[in-house]
C-alpha cells in the first residue's frame, strides 16, 4: 500500500451539541459530530483531492470505532490509527449562542486515549516514509507533556527526513494551564521545525514573549511576521485571519499571507451574514491555504481560496467542511488560478 502524501496528527474527538439554539441540555438530546483541529484539516484536503492519513490514537470501544468510520467516509486514511482497548475518547460540549448569548463550549478530554499516548506510541521514521507533508497543531501539546513531547519528536522526525511542516498555533491558554505546561517553550520548539505557521500577532507574542502594540491589527500581524522569520530561519509563510464579529451570527473575516521574500497576499473581507456553525472555520482556512501551496497557485490566489474555503465552512453544521475544490472556486468566482511553473 503507498504512503500518504500528507499526514495529520492530533486527537480526534466527539462534538456533543444542543439542538438548535437551545443551552446544554436544556432538553435532553445531544447532537454528535466527529471532529478535531487536526482532523478538520485532514478531510478539507481530502475533499480537495489529497492523498491524506491522519495518525492518532482512539478509545478501543464503538465510540472510537464511529469517529475513525467517519474519517474513512471523508476519504481520510485511518491504517495509522491507534485503538486503545482501555482508553475513553475526548469529548466537547458545545451551546450554539444566539442574539446577544455567546456560544459556550465544555470540554471534557482530560485523560482520553490521545492524551494519554506517549511518543514511544508513534514510530515517526516509519510514519514519514514516503510522506511529503505533516501537518499539527498546538492543541495536541496542550494535552500534557507526554502529547507535548510526541507533537515535538513529529516535527523534529519530519524535519529530518525533508517532510515539510506545516503548524497552526491554536494556542488554547485553559489547556496549558491544566498541567502548568512552558507554552512559550513547547511552540518555539514547533515553530523551529515548521515550513507554515498559522498563526497571528497574538501567537507570536506567546512564543517570542515580546509584544506589538501598532494600532492597526494588520500592522501588528505584519510586525510578528517580520518578528518570526528572523527567529525561525527555515519559516517561509506565515498565514492568519482577521475576524470581526458584528454580532452571533454576522462576522466579517479577511485574511493575509506573508513569505519571508516579502511576499504579501491580503483576501478581501468577506461578510459572513446568517453563520450556521462557525466552529473548524480555522481549519477550513488552513485546509485552504495547504491546498493552494500544494496545487502551486500564486499567494494572492492562495490566500483568496484559503478565506473562501473558511467562509464556506461557517454554513455548514459540525466541525468538517466536505466542501471541493469547484464549491471553493466557485464561491471565489474566478475559474482558474495562476500556477508556479
Known amino acids: 500500500m503507498n504512503s500518504p502524501r500528507i499526514l495529520c496528527f492530533g486527537e480526534l474527538l466527539l462534538r456533543l451539541g444542543a439542538p438548535g439554539r437551545e443551552l446544554l441540555l436544556q432538553s435532553p438530546r445531544l447532537n454528535v459530530h466527529v471532529g478535531g483541529a487536526e482532523a478538520n484539516v485532514a478531510v478539507s484536503l481530502a475533499h480537495f483531492g489529497h492523498d491524506v492519513a491522519m ?14 468510520a467517519e474519517l474513512r467516509r471523508h476519504g481520510v486514511g485511518t491504517r495509522h490509527i491507534r485503538r486503545d482497548p482501555d482508553g475513553r475518547m475526548g469529548l466537547y460540549f458545545l451551546t450554539t449562542g444566539a442574539v ?33 507533508w505533516l501537518h499539527l497543531s498546538g492543541v495536541s501539546p496542550a494535552l500534557g507533556p507526554q502529547v507535548a513531547q510526541a507533537t515535538v519528536e513529529a516535527a ?28 512559550a517553550t513547547i511552540l518555539q520548539a514547533l515553530f523551529a521545525q ?25 500592522a501588528r500581524v505584519d510586525a510578528a511576521a517580520d518578528a518570526a522569520f528572523a527567529a525561525f530561519p527555515q519559516l517561509q509563510w506565515m498565514a492568519c485571519t482577521q475576524r470581526q ?7 466579517v473575516l479577511g485574511a493575509l499571507l506573508l513569505g519571508r521574500d516579502g511576499t504579501r497576499a491580503q483576501a478581501p473581507a468577506r461578510t459572513l451574514a446568517g453563520i450556521v456553525d462557525r466552529i473548524g472555520g480555522g481549519d477550513a482556512f488552513a485546509a ?24 464556506l465552512k461557517h454554513s455548514l ?24 511553473r
Open 156 to 183: 523534529r522526525a519530519a524535519r529530518a527526513q525533508g517532510v515539510r511542516v506545516s503548524f497552526d498555533g491554536n494556542f488554547r491558554p485553559s489547556l496549558w494551564q491544566r498541567w502548568g505546561g512552558d507554552a
Open 245 to 251: 464579529v458584528l454580532g452571533v451570527d454576522h462576522h
Open 288 to 311: 485552504g491555504i495547504l491546498h493552494g501551496i500544494l496545487s502551486g497557485f500564486d499567494a494572492e490566489a492562495t490566500v483568496r481560496f484559503g478565506l473562501a474555503a473558511g467562509g
Open 55 to 68: 495518525v492518532s490514537t482512539v478509545a478501543g470501544n464503538p465510540l472510537g470505532a464511529h469517529a475513525v
Open 100 to 132: 446577544q448569548r455567546a456560544s459556550e463550549v465544555v470540554y471534557d478530554r482530560a485523560g482520553s486515549a490521545f492524551a494519554s499516548s506517549t511518543a514511544a506510541d508513534y514510530d515517526w521514521p516509519t510514519l514519514l516514509q514516503g510522506v511529503q
Open 194 to 218: 515548521a515550513d507554515i505557521v498559522f498563526a497571528d500577532y497574538r501567537d507570536i507574542e506567546v512564543v517570542l514573549g515580546q509584544r506589538f502594540a501598532q494600532e492597526d491589527v494588520v
Open 317 to 340: 453544521p459540525g466541525d468538517f467542511n466536505p466542501v471541493s475544490e469547484a464549491d471553493v472556486l466557485a464561491l471565489v468566482g474566478e475559474e482558474r488560478f495562476d500556477v508556479r
